[in-house]
C-alpha cells in the first residue's frame, strides 16, 4: 500500500451521471491486481473529512495510468467531478485483496451490475492478457446506463440485459447467467448486494445441475486450505466482490463489515473487497 500524489490527466462524462478519470499515478499502478481498489481523499476545500473508495478500473503499467469509473451519488463523487486536468490527489493505494483466477481456467465469465462494471473492468484485461475467453454479462436499468462496448477490450463478449427490455435481453442480468453457466470454468461478479445474492444460489446449484468436477484437488488429498486463502478463493467457482461504505478502510474502524459463513464479520477493506461466493451469509443483513 502507498500513499501518491496522483495527477489527472483526463475526466470525461461517458454516460449520464458517469465518469471516467484518469489519473497518473506509477506507484500505485505497479503490482495493482483486478479486485484491488484506491482510497482518494478529498481536497482541503471540498470540506469533505472521509476517503472515497473506487476500484481499478484499468491499469496501464507502461504509462503509470489507472482509470477510475464512478457515477455522482453524494457530495464526494460529486466534488470530484470539478477537478481538472493536472490537478492532484492523495491516493491511497492497492487496497484490500484482488480475484484469484485458477491458472486452469481459459473461460472466465464477468457479471456486471450497473457500476460494478468498474470492479470487473480491470479483470477482462487480465484475463485477455493470459490467453482467457472473457464474456462480460452486464445489467443495467435502462439504455442511456449501458456502458458503451467501445470501452471494452475486442476480445470481450459483451452482452447486454436492461430491467426495461430498452437495450439487449429484457431483464435482470442474473436471468443471463444460467446461459452460460456450462460454458465457464469461473465466474467474478461485481454490483448491488441482491444481484450477488442471487448469483451466489445460483452458484450453490450449479454444480449438481452440471454434474460437474470441483476445480482442485481429491477431497481429503493434501491439507486444506483455509477458506478465505488465496488458494481457496482461486477453486471457488464464483468470486463476488464487495461495495460496502468506507470509513478507514485499512482494517481499523470496521465500519465495512458483512457477515461470513463461519459466524464472524468480515471487513470488506480488509478481508475483501472480494470474497469467494460460499465464505458469505448471504442471508444476513448488512
Ligand atoms: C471497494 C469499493 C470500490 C468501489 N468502487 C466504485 C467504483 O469503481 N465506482 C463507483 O461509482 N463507486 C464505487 N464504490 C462506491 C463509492 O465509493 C461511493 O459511491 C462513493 O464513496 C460515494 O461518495 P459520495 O460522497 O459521492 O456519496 P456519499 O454522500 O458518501 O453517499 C451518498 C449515498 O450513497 C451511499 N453510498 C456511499 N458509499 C457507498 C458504497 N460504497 N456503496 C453503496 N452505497 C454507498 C450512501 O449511503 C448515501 O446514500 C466503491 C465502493 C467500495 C467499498
Ligand atoms: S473501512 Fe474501516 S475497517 Fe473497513
Known sequence: MR?????????????????????????????ARAGQFVHIRPGDYSGLILRRPFSFNTVDLQTGILTIHFRTIGRGTEWFTRLRSGDAVDMLGPLGR????????????????????????????????????????????TAADVYPSSLLPDEVEYVVATDDGSLGRHGFVTELVPHYEAWADQAFACGPAPMLAALARLAIGRRQRLGVAKLGRKKGAGRQAPADSPVARRKAFLQVSMEQNMGCAVGACLGCVVMGANGQPQRVCREGPVFAAEELDWGAHW
Do not use: C, N
Open 3 to 31: 500513499l501518491a500524489a496522483a495527477e489527472l490527466v483526463d475526466t470525461r462524462e461517458i454516460l449520464p451521471g458517469q465518469w471516467l478519470q484518469s489519473y497518473h499515478a506509477p506507484s500505485l499502478v505497479s503490482g
Open 98 to 141: 484482488p480475484f484469484e483466477v485458477d491458472p486452469r481456467s481459459s473461460d472466465v465469465l464477468l457479471i456486471a451490475g450497473g457500476l460494478g462494471k468498474a470492479g470487473v473492468r480491470m479483470l477482462a484485461d487480465e484475463a485477455i492478457r493470459d490467453g482467457r475467453q472473457v464474456v462480460m454479462l452486464f445489467g443495467a436499468a
